[in-house]
């Protein structure tokens, strides 16, 4: 008994370790999912274990959405800059390579990539099933982004390892929705999200105690206008079958198509999903009190954070 004590205060211990290693690299918020629940509720062939056979633990991080000011700007800006997945990316990276240096256990970043057999809407491994187990984010009505009561809209990372460490708990409470959104679905049947989204691609349902009792969100009419590399395939056919010179001009030069060659040279995330108006208005997106970094700043300076 007092071995197994020793480990387990031992693997305590490293948890600590790897989560202050997160935090230190960006991370707003980290946590390690029970991996016994993404291995009962991931479909089979997108569960950790397909990835890594020997996996023991999942750990999850979220880094900040946007600054404050990305919020002021216009969509066609804000399709430029808005992502910041990049760095959630950087900083699991990173953790793997720390969790072998100093617990000597096997770990793996967590490709967040399609699924090149299952096609480009499904991904090896759903990132927001570890993130909501792993008690960083909670599903929202707008399309099931996961929301967190201090720090909004984060985007997610993973991290497989053979370190067995102990697991966090999902949300006890989802901040979604909110009252102020609970209040504008009852006078007109929609809450901010879905009013504002640019293709009404969010809808749901909204029970008697103010909690979220039904989500749909249409993926194709939200790839159709903003996951511009679904569309290239086309793009390129228009002009390949165009019979006149002219026409096949139009087809790859026209100002919009233009748009996605430039993005391609230079490196953009504009490719993928860069359309942010559900979150633009989403009261916990924007106004969570650690949020941004003039909130988190203003907080420090409060003793808050």
Known sequence: ????????????????????????????????????????????????????????????????????????VPAKAMAYFGSTESRAYTAAYGLAFFIEDRFRA??????????????????????????????????????????????????FASVFTELELPPDEPMAENPCPTPSCVSLYRKTGQTPCMRFCPVQCLSGVIDDDGQQAQMHYDMAKCAEMSQQYEGMPGLIADAIN?????????????????????????????????????????????????????RRAEARERGES
């Not at 480009?120 to 792993?134: D, W």
């Not at 993005?263 to 979150?279: D, I, N, P, W, Y």
């Open 1 to 72: 008994m007092a071995g197994k004590r020793t480990a387990s205060v031992a693997l305590a211990t490293a948890k600590q370790a790897i989560l202050e290693y997160a935090k230190r690299k960006g991370a707003l918020a980290a946590g390690v999912a029970d991996l016994d629940a993404i291995e009962r509720i991931a479909p089979p062939g997108h569960r950790p274990s397909d990835i890594m056979p020997h996996v023991r633990s999942v750990i999850s991080l979220g880094v900040g959405g946007q600054t404050q000011g990305a919020w002021t």
């Open 106 to 155: 096997r770990s793996v970043y967590c490709p967040p990539d399609l699924d090149n057999e299952a096609g480009p809407r499904v991904p090896l491994q759903s990132l927001k099933l570890h993130a909501e187990l792993a008690g960083i984010g909670a599903r929202s009505l707008a399309g099931d982004i996961l929301l967190h009561p201090d720090f909004g809209y984060m985007y």
């Open 242 to 294: 165009a019979l006149e010179p002219g026409a096949q001009e139009d087809a790859l030069f026209d100002p919009d198509n233009k748009m996605v060659w430039y993005k391609m040279s230079v490196g953009s995330g504009g490719l993928l999903a860069q359309c942010f108006e559900c979150m633009r208005v989403c009261p916990i997106a924007i106004n969570a009190p650690l949020a941004d970094p003039i």
